[in-house]
């Protein structure tokens, strides 16, 4: 069964589960049954085109207007994670809710009048039951204080790995940390993990799922979810690949 995000702050999710929604690109959001929703670098806007040139090959799954979230992460500044169109109408839209972002995100959040909390790696944040572990990542020069982010509700864990390369000892801490889930990016370009990388973290984590991201938004990405799957196979063949419809949310 896929449930549409429109309903998500209706939908209510059973104990030991959790309801994903894949927004295109690394977007996500997630509700737990306690009710809290939390949102990762939802990319919603046309940003990227007015700034880097790079047009959507699909539309967002929901308007900015439309977020509802109780926790809003962002891993780095890039406009495709930091969707600098978006977000006034998401935090005036959520004044409630809990923003945690990496460094690189302070620059701009300092031309806004708004509250946040800097997750550096290795930093734990506790809210309400849910705990938020950052993590390093490995963007190179591109963005060298990105960072990924280690989610735990109860006994599930995820690991969003953000945009970063497959750098072992960088990312020894979420891999050691063994993971149930794991939200890797599988575009090739930019020092990312592609497809084969994203693979061998899997099996590195030992994850029992996978659920990629980070294709199918530019077609400057690349990215190839079938390719994935079979180098998932190969490598991980104990982690189970979970591909989802953006805006349609499942159960895991």
């Known amino acids: 069964m896929q449930y549409p995000i429109q309903n998500i702050r209706k939908e209510v999710v059973p104990d030991n589960q959790i309801l994903v929604y894949w927004l295109c690109g690394y977007g996500f959001m997630l509700k737990f049954p306690s009710n809290q929703i939390l949102c990762i670098d939802p990319y919603l806007s046309d940003c990227v085109e007015r700034i880097a040139g790079f047009s959507r090959l699909s539309l967002a799954p929901l308007a900015a207007q439309d977020v509802r979230a109780d926790l809003y992460l962002i891993t780095h500044d890039h406009p495709d994670h930091l969707d600098v169109d978006s977000f006034d109408t998401i935090i ?3 004044p409630d809710c809990a923003l ?3 460094k690189s995100c302070e620059e701009f959040l300092k031309t806004r009048t708004v509250s ?6 290795g930093e734990v ?3 309400e039951g849910i705990t938020i572990t950052a993590t390093a990542a490995d963007h190179g020069d591109l963005c060298p204080e990105a960072i990924g982010f280690i ?3 109860e006994n599930r ?3 969003f790995t953000g945009d970063t390369g497959l750098n072992e000892a960088l990312l020894s801490p979420a891999i050691d940390s063994k993971p149930e889930i794991l939200f890797p990016c599988i575009n090739p370009k930019f020092g990312n993990l592609g497809e084969k990388g994203s693979a061998e973290l899997a099996r590195k984590c030992e994850a029992k799922i996978a659920v990629p991201g980070h294709f199918g938004l530019f077609a400057e990405h690349g990215g190839d979810a079938g390719l994935f799957n079979e180098q998932l ?3 991980s063949p104990q982690t189970k690949c979970v591909l989802l419809t953006p805006g349609r949310g499942k159960l895991i």
């Open 92 to 94: 005036e839209n959520n």
């Open 100 to 102: 945690v972002v990496g």
């Open 116 to 121: 946040y909390k800097l997750a550096l790696p």
């Open 125 to 127: 944040i506790q809210h």
């Open 151 to 153: 989610i735990q509700f």
């Open 157 to 159: 864990s995820m690991y």
């Open 233 to 235: 196979q190969m490598r």
